[in-house]
Nanobody, 126 residues
């Protein structure tokens, strides 16, 4: 059984930083696509950043240059370093996994992911 456990959320002021962690277990870590999504109240779930087995990564336009996805294979953990946070970054952040490749056109489609964490709240105040 694949399990994903997020941590690191919290409340910060605009301009601050947070680092989210997603600890994975129950599958052959290192294969497939690990992705961070977020969902704000009243909005659809949005792909934020993804990293594939090969190390290739993607970031959505609104966070590029501020957020960075990375992975530590020894710890089976994926991170999302979030800098220069803005109030519009406020959302519940989820990590998700699929045991298949990511592509430019597929990494941000939530329907393609089989496993999800429980989410962690990020609140950015102005």
């Amino acid at each position: 059984q694949v399990q994903l456990v997020e941590s690191g959320g919290g409340s910060v002021q605009a301009g601050g930083s947070l680092r989210l962690s997603c600890a994975a277990s129950g599958y052959s870590y290192g294969t497939g696509c690990m992705t961070w999504f977020r969902q704000a109240p009243g909005k659809e779930r949005e792909g934020v950043a993804a990293i594939y087995t090969s190390g290739t990564f993607w970031h959505t336009d609104s966070v590029r240059g501020r957020f960075t996805i990375s992975r530590d294979n020894a710890k089976s953990t994926v991170y999302l370093q979030m800098n220069k946070l803005k109030p519009e970054d406020t959302a519940i952040y989820y990590c998700a996994y699929k045991g298949r490749y990511c592509t430019d056109g597929s990494w941000s489609a939530a329907s393609g992911y089989e496993y999800w964490g429980q989410g962690t709240q990020v609140t950015v105040s102005s």
